[in-house]
């Protein structure tokens, strides 16, 4: 079983508790070790995602909310003593997040599939929802925006 390092625990402060659980009991159901690379962020620290391109919108759940914590947390897979942001590791996580927040009843919405609520998705084929959602916006003439990291709480 794996458990988060220091780093990992700080970033889970101020990000919402139902969240946070959330988080904790993926880390138990995951085949595969991750870290919490972004929990709460500073209005500093978004607007360089922003301006570097690492995120779109300084309206990010990273932020602190009305109701004064973060709702979004990037989930990180660990490999080989690296963190790793390809897709298929991040899909691991998404699997076991899924199955935590079934249990948990806590809506989200995952950075890989934006236009979806997260337990609408079957978690036994996240890749293959990965890539209608893909088609999807093709389809709009736009761009999938893919941060298989990411997830947020629908408030």
């Known amino acids: ?23 904790r009991r993926t880390l138990t159901l995951s085949p595969i070790d991750f870290a919490v690379f972004d929990g ?25 909310q009305p109701d004064g914590f973060g709702h979004a947390v990037d989930l990180v897979p660990y490999i ?11 899909i691991l996580i ?26 609408e998705l079957d978690r036994a084929d996240l890749e293959n929802e990965v890539e209608r959602y893909k088609e999807r916006r093709r389809a709009r003439g736009k761009k999938a925006f893919i941060d298989a990291p990411h997830f947020q709480t629908i408030t």
């Open 1 to 23: 079983m794996y458990q988060f390092g220091t780093k990992s625990e700080k970033e889970l402060n101020g990000v919402r508790d139902d969240l946070v659980r959330t988080t």
């Open 40 to 64: 709460l962020r500073t209005d500093a620290e978004q607007a360089e995602y922003v301006r570097t391109g690492v995120s779109k919108t300084m309206n990010s759940k990273h932020l602190i």
């Open 94 to 119: 998404a699997e076991a997040m899924h199955e935590a927040a079934t249990e948990l009843a806590v809506p989200l919405i995952w950075g890989a599939i934006w236009d979806t609520p997260f337990l």
């Open 80 to 90: 080989n003593g690296k963190l790793r942001w390809e897709l298929r590791p991040c």
